[in-house]
């Protein structure tokens, strides 16, 4: 867009400005490539997508095609759709109190149309922002026509207009977001004949309301959403609208724990109030770990996904056990434990769904889950660690450290006294700045590390989210 342009408030103006006129789906490819040729960031707040989404979204950007997003819930399908909306121009000029806002040049509808007519370059014209040029609409079984495309507007018949007179039309949110990005949340929800009402949009560009056809060339970018099994198999989009769209972009889940815990920092709510909190790395490997663990599990339904959303909302719980805590016990920080994951687990039981054949076994799956993830971060982070001086203290079969969740760190690791090796530990988890809660919550994981290694036995002490680890000759002798 021309610097003069925005100065310019009449078509007449704005014709002499210079001002460039493209398409939408022009304005995406044309600012893509600038962006692309600068080196500046397209998409900041995903990650996992460089080298599998983005290379097939950008190419149907700038093969000009409207764009179906499949995947399942929690894979960044709407925010992707979002970020588009950044490619567009900060400002773009419309006719002045157009309701589908026309282009100065262009002008689609009757009242512009007539309007350019009679006082032609003295038009007035607006500067519409970008962010007003997206609409989004979650697909229900509900929506209507007249939601999407338009109806007659009764109060203007009973103004006396003719029902064939297009300023009779009250018009929906696909022609009101002419020259900007529609996005369409889970397509397939929508009824057929809804669908239907949509070739047209998308191939020839016009509508048809109430039996009689209007002419309405929209300039506009469609992007639907749909998860795969609606889309490929159960055929819940109707096949001539499948074939509109020109390109299909697959989303996936992370596949690294990076990007899962990358995420996970990213949307987490940071809690307001007087104790800090501080969450070692470590315990975040461990919630990135159980989601990954969940989404391989034969037993969780992985048609309906393991969505990012779990693990954030995990973390959430974890620091909320934290500054409960921290809260009751007068600890001058909040640092989330392994001794706080029974709180996110019962909290988050109904965000996984699980196999019919698995009623009545959901928590049994979990906590098996959340044993192989705690195992998994403790071997690659611990493996080949001398545990000889922590393992010395269980020698004495009296001995036995008990933790939980309202237990202070500093109770906690006064049990073990001085304890030789626990720097080397924190050093060994990656822990720069040493506090007691840190130490506590490292301790903590390399004590349940060795217990899943079947090296310490651990029982529960009374409540949930209370334990007492012992040495293998301790009451029972044997891992439970």
């Known amino acids: 867009m021309s610097d003069p342009a925005p100065y310019a408030t009449t078509i007449g103006e704005l014709r002499a400005s210079g001002f460039a006129d493209r398409s939408v789906k022009d304005e995406l490819r044309g600012n893509l490539l600038m962006r692309m040729e600068a080196g500046q960031p ?9 080298d599998s989404v983005l290379p097939a979204l950008e190419r149907g950007i700038l093969a000009g095609h409207d764009i179906v997003m499949l995947g399942e819930r929690g894979q960044a399908k709407t925010r992707l759709i979002r970020h588009l909306v950044d490619l567009l121009d900060p400002f773009t000029p419309v ?22 007519d009679v006082e032609g370059d003295a038009v007035p014209i607006d500067w519409l922002p970008r962010d007003r040029r997206y609409a989004e609409k979650l697909a229900t079984p509900d929506t209507s026509v007249a939601d ?11 103004e006396g207009r003719y029902l064939s007179d297009e300023l009779t039309i009250h018009y929906g949110l696909i022609p009101r977001t002419h020259r900007g990005i529609v996005a369409i949340n889970e397509l397939p929800d929508l009824p057929e004949r809804i669908q239907v009402a949509l070739f047209n949009i998308l191939e020839e560009r016009d509508v048809q309301i109430r039996g009689y056809q209007i002419r309405l060339p929209l300039d506009l970018l469609l992007v ?107 600890e001058p920080e909040a640092v989330p434990r392994l001794v706080d994951l029974p709180a996110a687990m019962s909290g988050s ?62 109770e906690f690791l006064s049990q073990f006294g001085d304890l030789p090796g626990l720097g080397k530990l924190l050093g060994r988890l990656g822990v720069e700045e040493e506090s007691p809660g840190v130490a506590a919550s490292a301790l903590e994981l390399a004590l349940e590390g060795l217990h899943l290694s079947r090296r310490l036995n651990r ?17 029972s002798g044997r891992s439970r």
Do not use: W
Request: hydrophobic letters at 40%.
């Open 349 to 410: 039981l109904g965000r996984v769904e699980f196999d019919a054949i698995e009623e009545g076994r959901e928590e049994e799956i979990l906590l098996r889950a959340l044993r192989n993830a705690i195992l998994e971060v403790f071997r690659r982070r611990l493996s080949g660690f001398d545990f000889a001086p922590f393992l010395t203290r269980f020698d004495d079969p009296a001995f036995g450290a008990e933790t939980s969740d309202l237990q202070p760190a500093t």
């Open 459 to 475: 029982e529960a002490a009374g409540r949930v989210g209370a334990y007492r680890y012992e040495g293998l000759g301790g009451a």
């Open 42 to 50: 397209l998409f900041p707040s995903i990650f996992g997508y460089e």
């Open 95 to 116: 006719v002045a109190g157009c309701e589908v806002n026309d282009h100065p040049f262009r002008p689609i509808c009757a009242r512009c149309r007539a309007l350019v």
């Open 224 to 330: 639907a959403t749909a998860n795969p099994e609606d889309y490929t198999h159960r055929g819940r989009i109707v096949s001539p609208l499948k074939d509109r769209f020109g390109t299909q972009v697959r989303t996936h889940y992370p596949e690294t724990l990076g990007d899962e815990i990358a995420i996970m920092d990213q949307e987490v709510r940071r809690p307001a109030g007087t104790i800090p909190v501080r969450v070692p790395a470590f315990m975040k490997e461990v919630l990135a770990a159980l989601t990954s663990e969940l989404r391989r599990s034969p037993q969780i339904n992985q048609r309906s996904g393991v969505s990012v959303r779990y693990s954030i909302g995990n973390l959430e719980t974890l620091v909320a056990a934290a500054l409960r805590r921290a809260a009751r016990t007068g």
């Open 148 to 158: 999407l495309i338009g109806d007659v507007d009764p109060i203007r018949v009973a």
